[in-house]
């Protein structure tokens, strides 16, 4: 039976991946961002909000998952990030999520098998430089799924993938050359970078009935980045 689901972020890269996906004819799918997605439907409704603004979400009575994608890649040394970047960063990992989970929780309340799905990155397990002002936010969204699992269990479900690089317009510039892109998959066991339909495919796991026990965890989808040698 058909779904209703909430994606945050389907106008591109992974969100975009998981719409087409569940774009089949069953599910009823609400997609929010700044830009409108080319995914669309019958079965789709698109709203245009800014997770750095005031908005009010247009949901429907029963919602059974809400998917969170906005996220940065705000790299620099540590001495050149300031306040700013690192308020920004957690505004649009962190805050943005934790505004639309409040607004979702009423109707996520009215399902039988409620699912949040929240990204994090293989930069808050593993330490990388350049990365502390985005690990910091996303340490904070490990810190949130965890305890909005303990806190909303049994009625709502929450897990969180933790991607390492995937080819998306968000990694564009450390992906803008085939040199660059060699690089970065060599960096990984795998000896590949991921893909938008990688990550999709797990967060598509991780709403549906097959995840049914499974919730409070991280789910590293890395190519082996953040646990082997
Ligand atoms: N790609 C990677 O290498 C990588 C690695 C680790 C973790 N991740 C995480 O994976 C998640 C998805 O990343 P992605 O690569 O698919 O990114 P992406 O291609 O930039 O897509 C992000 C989506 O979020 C929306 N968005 C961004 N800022 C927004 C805002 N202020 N208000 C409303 N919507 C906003 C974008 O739409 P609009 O611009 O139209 O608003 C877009 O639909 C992110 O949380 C990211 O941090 C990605």
């Given at each position: 039976?058909?779904?209703?689901?909430?994606?945050v972020?389907?106008?591109?890269g992974?969100?975009?991946?998981?719409?087409?996906?569940?774009?089949d004819?069953?599910?009823?799918?609400y997609?929010?961002?700044?830009?409108?997605?080319?995914?669309?439907g019958p079965?789709?409704?698109y709203?245009?909000?800014?997770?750095?603004?005031?908005?009010?979400?247009?949901?429907?009575?029963?919602?059974?998952a809400?998917?969170?994608?906005p996220?940065?890649?705000?790299?620099?040394?540590?001495h050149?990030?300031n306040?700013e970047?690192?308020?920004?960063?957690?505004?649009?990992?962190?805050?943005?999520?934790?505004?639309?989970?409040?607004?979702a929780?009423?109707?996520?309340?009215?399902?039988?098998?409620?699912?949040?799905?929240?990204?994090?990155?293989v930069?808050?397990?593993?330490?990388?430089?350049?990365?502390?002002?985005?690990?910091?936010?996303?340490?904070?969204?490990?810190?949130?799924?965890?305890?909005?699992?303990?806190?909303?269990?049994?009625?709502?479900?929450?897990?969180?993938?933790?991607?390492?690089l995937?080819?998306?317009?968000?990694?564009?510039?450390?992906?803008s050359?085939?040199?660059?892109?060699?690089?970065?998959?060599?960096?990984?066991?795998?000896?590949?970078?991921?893909?938008?339909?990688?990550?999709?495919n797990?967060?598509?796991?991780?709403?549906?009935?097959?995840?049914?026990?499974?919730?409070?965890q991280?789910i590293?989808?890395?190519?082996g980045?953040?646990?082997?040698?």
């Open positions: 039976m058909g779904k209703n689901i909430l994606i972020g389907a106008s591109s992974i969100g975009a991946a998981l719409a087409s996906q569940l774009n004819g069953t599910n009823h799918l997609l929010a961002s700044r830009t409108e997605s080319d995914v669309t079965n789709i409704k709203q245009k909000i800014d997770v750095l603004e005031d908005f009010q979400l247009e949901l429907p009575e029963q919602l059974d809400v998917v969170y994608c996220g940065s890649i705000n790299l620099k040394p540590f050149r990030l306040e970047d690192f308020l920004t960063d957690f505004k649009v990992n962190h805050l943005g999520a934790v505004k639309v989970i409040q607004q929780l009423k109707a996520l309340k009215k399902s039988e098998n409620a699912s949040i799905v929240l990204f994090s990155t930069a808050v397990q593993t330490g990388l430089t350049f990365h502390s002002s985005v690990a910091s936010a996303k340490g904070a969204i490990e810190g949130l799924g965890k305890a909005l699992a303990a806190e909303l269990a049994p009625s709502i479900r929450v897990n969180v993938i933790a991607p390492s995937t080819d998306t317009p968000l990694a564009e510039r450390l992906l050359s085939e040199d660059k892109k060699k690089a970065n998959a060599d960096r990984h066991p795998l000896k590949s970078i991921g893909t938008a339909e990688d990550m999709a797990t967060a598509r796991f991780l709403l549906g009935d097959d995840s049914r026990w499974m919730t409070g991280v590293s989808v890395d190519g980045m953040g646990s082997l040698r």
